[in-house]
C-alpha cells in the first residue's frame, strides 16, 4: 500500500513539474508583467504539499493498523509492487536528471544570476522526491523478504515510518528555498554587500540605498537601487556604468536603477542606508 501510493505521488510530481516547466515558458502579459516564472516555485510547493499529504494519511493508516492489530499482509504482492517502485523510480530519476539540466554560466570568472548549471525548484523537488521514494521501495523490498521469510508482519508499518522520516529530510531544504523565492530574499548566491560596494564605487555616485535582490525563480535574479549622484550630467553615464556592472558581473538581466541628486542628510538617514 505504502509504495503503490508513493509511485502515485511520483507520477503526480513528474506531471506537476513538466506543466510548471511549460508554464513558465509562457510570454508575459499585461496582468502578469513579471512572466510565469514563479509557476516553477508553485508547482514545486504543489508537489511537497502533496507528498507531505500522502505521507500524513499512510502514517495515519500505519498507526491504525498497529493500535487495531490488523497487520496481515500479502507478501507476494508486497514484493511485486516494491520491485515495480523501484524500477519505475529509477525511470523517474534518470529521466528527470538528465533530461532537464540548468543553464549556468559564469561571467567574468564568477557564475551569478542563473541556474549555476543546477534544475530549477520544481525538478529539483520532483528529483528529491523520486531519490526518497527509491530509497522507501527497496525498504519495502526488505520488509516483504522479512515478512515472507520471518512472518513479522509488522514490518510493514515500520517501514511507513521511516519513510516519513525521509521525506522531512529530502524536502526540508527545497521547503527553505521555496519559502525565499515567495519572501522575495536576497538569493543565497548574491552578496549583498558586494553588490553594494561595487555600485558605490561607480564614478560620481556619492550613495547607495534601496537596494533590493531578489528571486523571480531560482534561476532568475531581479535587482532595484537608487544611486544618488553629485550632478544631474552624470546620471545617463552612471545608470549606463550600474547597469552594465551588475550584468557583466553578476549576471542580473532584469535591474531597475534610479538616480537622485545627493544630500548630505543621506549619511544619517537610516530608510537611505539600506
Not at 513528474?14 to 499585461?30: D, E, G, H, L
Not at 548549471?117 to 528529491?128: E, L, P, Q, S, T
Not at 522520516?165 to 536576497?186: C, K, N, P, S
Not at 545608470?239 to 538581466?253: D, E, F, M, N, P
Amino acid at each position: 500500500m505504502t509504495d503503490a501510493g508513493h509511485m502515485l505521488s511520483d507520477l503526480l510530481s513528474f506531471v506537476i513539474s513538466i506543466v510548471a516547466i511549460r508554464t513558465a515558458r509562457q510570454p508575459p502579459s499585461k496582468r502578469l508583467s513579471w512572466g510565469y516564472d514563479r509557476a516553477e516555485v508553485l508547482g514545486a510547493m504543489i508537489s511537497v504539499i502533496i507528498l507531505w499529504v500522502l505521507t500524513t494519511v499512510l502514517v495515519l493508516l500505519a498507526i491504525e493498523r498497529i493500535v487495531n492489530n490488523n497487520l496481515s499482509v500479502d507478501a507476494d504482492v508486497m514484493l511485486i509492487t516494491a520491485s515495480v517502485g523501484v524500477g519505475f523510480n529509477v525511470i523517474m530519476g534518470i529521466v528527470l536528471h538528465f533530461g532537464s539540466g540548468g543553464h549556468g554560466h559564469t561571467h567574468g570568472g564568477v557564475s551569478h544570476g542563473h541556474s549555476h548549471g543546477g534544475k530549477n525548484v520544481n525538478v529539483r523537488a520532483a528529483f528529491i522526491h523520486v531519490i526518497g521514494d527509491l530509497i522507501q521501495s527497496i525498504g519495502v523490498l526488505i520488509a516483504a523478504l522479512v515478512i515472507k521469510f520471518t512472518g513479522w508482519e509488522l514490518a510493514d508499518p515500520i517501514c511507513t515510518f521511516l519513510f516519513s522520516i525521509i521525506v522531512l529530510f529530502t524536502t526540508i531544504h527545497v521547503l527553505r528555498d521555496i519559502f525565499y523565492v515567495l519572501m522575495e530574499a536576497t538569493p543565497r548566491h548574491m552578496d549583498f554587500n558586494a553588490v553594494k560596494e561595487d555600485l558605490a564605487a561607480i564614478e560620481n555616485v556619492q550613495s547607495v540605498h534601496d537596494l533590493h535582490m531578489w528571486s523571480l525563480n531560482m534561476d532568475k535574479t531581479a535587482l532595484s537601487v537608487h544611486l544618488a549622484i553629485d550632478s544631474s550630467e552624470h546620471a545617463i553615464s552612471t545608470v549606463t556604468a550600474a547597469r552594465t556592472l551588475i550584468r557583466q558581473k553578476y549576471g542580473i538581466s532584469k535591474a531597475t536603477v534610479q538616480v537622485e541628486s545627493y544630500d548630505k542628510s543621506m549619511n544619517s538617514c537610516e530608510q537611505c542606508l539600506s
